[in-house]
């Protein structure tokens, strides 16, 4: 039987992995621009720009749609506006809920890095009612870094009683910011196919990846059981 002989740290990533926030940011974004009088950007596009956290996000809207770059801090003020409790078109992942409470119930202690400002990660994880399931909460703005820094998957391994510098970990992602701050913070990494990645799979370095949230706990647990074996 697949039993993990020790609890592991799994540390989640939010947008893209746990939650399809996309929705709420493509309107958050188009109610910016609309008020800008620019033209608005398609849910593809925006969901392409998600991953870095909002000042990346600003950064690659501004390219595309060549705006004022010295209007960034107006136009991500006005965003935070909007973004800052947006959670109404936002939708857990398919078996999230289950897939956590399960992994919680085994004893692993669970958390949170995530390149969303930390009040909206807060608002986001008290709206679905799983705030109370993760021992730590990293947000875009917890540590002075950001993903793919390795330092904010530290800090969540950290702050859930382990060692940051023990690989005895696992994170688990959605995007090429996840998979490098894995490999820069050496924690293995489980890739969710599912999220808003722009590159190849086999081009983002992964121990393992996953389709579907039921799948997880089994693969975790095999894992783990590696993990704890070296
Ligand atoms: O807010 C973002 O751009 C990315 O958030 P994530 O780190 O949870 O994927
Ligand atoms: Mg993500």
Known sequence: MNVCLAPCPIVFDLDGTLIDSAPDIHACVNYVLEEHGTPHLTLEQVRAFIGGGVDVLWQKIIAAQELQDDRKPEYMAAFMACYHDATQLTALFPDVIPTLETLADRGH???????????VTQAVLSHFGIAHLFGSVIGGDSVPERKPHPAPLRAAIQALG???RNPKAIYVGDSEFDAACALAASVPFLIYTKGYRQTPIEELPHLASFDDFAALPAMIETQALALSAH
């Not at 202690?109 to 969303?116: A, E, H, R, S, Y």
């Open 109 to 119: 202690p669970l958390g949170i890095c995530t390149n969303k400002p930390l009040a």
């Open 162 to 164: 382990a060692d940051p």
